[in-house]
């Protein structure tokens, strides 16, 4: 079974940075992405970026130009890059595989939607 580890949260005020991790323990053929998303009490959970074992990246409009999704593969790592943050960015942020993939303008994707496994997240709290 996967296991993802994530960390790398902290608290910052608004306009600033963090770098989240997430190492996962097995990468299989049929898991090819890895995504971020995060969960705020009262908000429904928002996926936020997503990359793939050949590094495409997808993101949701709420966050481009201000994240950025990479990978070691080498070390079977992958990185959330948060900068310009702002308190709404404010949240549990976990690392998740994915199930499926979707097609979009510029190519085939990973999904911010379909999850499959999941470990413990990391707060990230922002403050103004």
């Known amino acids: 079974q996967v296991q993802l580890v994530a960390s790398g949260g902290g608290s910052v005020q608004a306009g600033g940075s963090l770098k989240l991790s997430c190492v996962v323990s097995k990468f299989t053929y049929t898991r090819d992405c890895v995504a971020w998303f995060r969960e705020a009490p009262g908000k429904e959970r928002e996926g936020v970026a997503a990359i793939d074992r050949v590094g495409a990246a997808n993101y949701a409009d709420s966050v481009k130009g201000r994240f950025t999704v990479s990978q070691d593969n080498a070390k079977n790592t992958r990185y959330l890059q948060m900068n310009s943050l702002q308190p709404e960015d404010t949240a549990m942020y976990y690392c998740?595989?994915?199930?499926?993939?979707?097609?979009?303008?510029?190519?085939?994707?990973?999904?911010?939607?379909?999850?499959?496994?999941w470990g413990q997240g990391t707060q990230v709290t922002v403050s103004s």
């Open positions: 998740a595989t994915v199930t499926s993939k979707v097609h979009l303008p510029d190519g085939l994707f990973c999904s911010l939607h379909d999850f499959g496994e």
